[in-house]
């Protein structure tokens, strides 16, 4: 793959990570929110695939697997999981609201565009000219992190910080060594599985909890 079609592909693909990101602070049941983590690891999937093809990488769409097997399908069943039998549960008390936080949104994505065109020009291809929409969907991720007070969603957010992290070593590298995107993926697995346990022995003991609960709890 390569001239117009790998730069379409790619900047479609990019585009989507930083979109499902966006869709996150915009959405408020958990359903519609863990289909918008499904499909941001399945784009983020999509790029390394797009880059793999275009560099004859086997190692990189091999790469790309693992991303689509573990953040786009595993890790969002795992979500599923913890939310049990509560999938339309919303986020009724958020620290920023939806509109505040979609504002949020478009000034953290102006800031990553602002500080980061030095590192695209400096990468000088056409991947490396997207590397702004990579820092812009860690970004978000960072404020879904500390915007939301479900766990499910502080799970999110950590999750979209990791692919956020992804597309940008993906843009500046042409992708990472594979073993290093598997440990990592299974990594970003472990903490989710750790923390969907966590959550669902709160929910059992004390009933849907939110960071307010939490902590009153600690008190």
């Known amino acids: 793959m390569s001239g117009q079609p790998f730069a379409s592909g790619l900047t479609l693909a990019v585009g989507a990570v930083l979109v499902c990101a966006v869709a996150v602070l915009w959405l408020s049941s958990l359903a519609s929110v863990i289909r918008a983590v499904s499909l941001q690891g399945i784009a983020l999937g999509t790029v390394a695939i797009v ?29 599923r999981h913890v ?34 065109r030095g590192i695209a020009r ?21 404020f879904v992190l500390v ?41 970003v697995l472990l903490a989710v599985v750790v923390l969907g346990v966590l959550a669902v022995r709160l929910r059992t003991d004390f009933g849907d909890l939110d960071l307010d609960d939490l902590q009153e709890l600690h008190d």
């Open 147 to 187: 915007s939301k007070r479900r766990p499910v969603f502080q799970m999110v957010g950590i999750l979209l910080v990791d692919n956020g992290i992804s597309l940008v070593a993906f843009l500046v590298t042409a992708g990472v060594p594979f073993l290093i995107e598997l440990g990592v993926s299974l990594d």
């Open 83 to 116: 939310t049990g039998d509560q999938p339309l549960e919303r986020e009724t008390r958020p620290l920023v609201n939806v509109p505040a936080s979609l504002v949020a949104s478009a000034a953290v994505i102006f800031i990553a565009f602002a500080r980061t």
């Open 122 to 142: 400096y990468v000088g291809t056409t991947a490396g000219s997207l590397v702004p929409v990579g820092f812009a969907a860690l970004l978000v991720g960072y």
């Open 51 to 79: 880059l793999g093809l275009h560099l004859h990488d086997p190692a990189l769409i091999a790469t790309a697997a693992v991303v689509i097997v573990v953040k786009g399908l595993a890790i969002p069943m795992l979500l």
